[in-house]
């Protein structure tokens, strides 16, 4: 049965043989791109997720108000109201387990830097320190200082598995960049690539759009893609034969990120949860950032357009703002979970649906790009996973020490280059002044070979002064400054 014929009628089952309209047009080299495009369609699924996407978009504008409650304090400790020993215990616990081999980190890297100007994937960006580090280079030093530090409180030499999600237009430049400049120290066997991966684009009667007579229209799953790659591509398998018991999940894009936290992954271990959440607390009622609530008894990220001002700017007696815990993307799950969530709940995970001006081919075969929304893009996020935790805790942190993100370009003023740069300056010479050194200026930075979060400092700076601009760098630092 020739090829064509196979196809059609498995896609006529599925009301898509649209997409071999042109066959006849195609050179061989173009049918074959089609089938394989074809081929990667899961064509049962699609006619499920197209009724449950519109289903979802039915949803969208629903407030959930009057089905919300906070994050019942038990379930969340904060960072600022927390003794220190208590904190120390957390650290210690989980430096222990970094020493066992029981940790890794899960990085979300799988967008380009389309927004900053920057045609390449967003952890290669440079925001312009002194050091002229990038975000993946930054990250990839605190994870050697973090080995160090366990090695250091343990006398345990253990490794931090790198896993990095990237995307099918990123995984060949991160893999370029990060073979170029040596994996940064760390060891290549330890740092593993794998790719998100897309779903097809539909038009409102769920019918495939074609981006070109040969081609598909897809686009990335989003961040909650993660569950499927891990279990299709192997990683599950990965962290399973490492004996990795704990991972620890953000994005690429925060420049404060405590990359494998220890304090986060020891209040976890010993709350005995299978799933966590970093928080920050919202700097204003209206900030658009979602918050971690409990709806109808299950726990879920809710969208600042889920709810309406008035419950957005409902406070306790102590006047904090009632629904505070802001999401950063920055989260814990147990080996287990994971396992759970890809054999089991990953088909249940929501999906998200967003209508989008999509490129698509007409039926005289010419591609137009839309003014209007014309279809719909189907995506998936990964906080989604939090409803099916049997024990779910969240730690809220202060964002002057842990969060600030990269969005924009310097034009936006605001989750830019700039305020990256700015936060982790400030940040920075705090440490210095709280190891007894002072600086003169605000341009500082310390390299993580020097020091992962403020430790150790004080032989260093204690009763010395500096002027901006300071590097603190380290005999392993390319040398780029000023010491």
Known sequence: MPIYDVLYERLSKVGQEHLLKFWDELTLEQQEILVRDIEELNLNELKLYFDRATASLQENGIKLDDRMQPVPEEKLVSIERTAEERLKTYEEEGLQ?????????????????????????????????PSNKSLFRLQ?????????LAYAATGRRGVITWYIMTSEHTIQPTNEYFMANNYFGLKKENIILFEQGSLPCFDYDGRIILDEKYRVARAPDGNGGLYRALKQQGILDDINKRGILYLHAHSVDNILTKVSDPVFIGYCVQEHADCAAKVVEKSHPNEAIGVVA???GKNQVVEYSEISAKTAEMRNADGRLTFSAGNICNHFFTAAFLMKIGETFEKELKLHVAKKKIPFVDNSGKRITPEKPNGIKIEKFVFDVFEFAQKFVAMEVPRHIEFSALKNSDSAGKDCPSTARTDLYRLHKRYIEAAGGIVHGEECEISPFISYAGENLKPLVAGKSFTSPVYLRSNRDPYHGHL
């Open 294 to 296: 409990i709806v109808d």
């Open 97 to 129: 387990q970094i020493s066992a081999g029981h940790v890794a980190v899960l990085l979300l890297a799988g967008g380009q830097g389309t927004r900053l100007g920057f045609p390449h994937p967003k952890g290669m960006y440079d925001v312009g320190l």
């Open 140 to 148: 990839a030093e605190r994870i050697q200082k973090l080995e160090e």
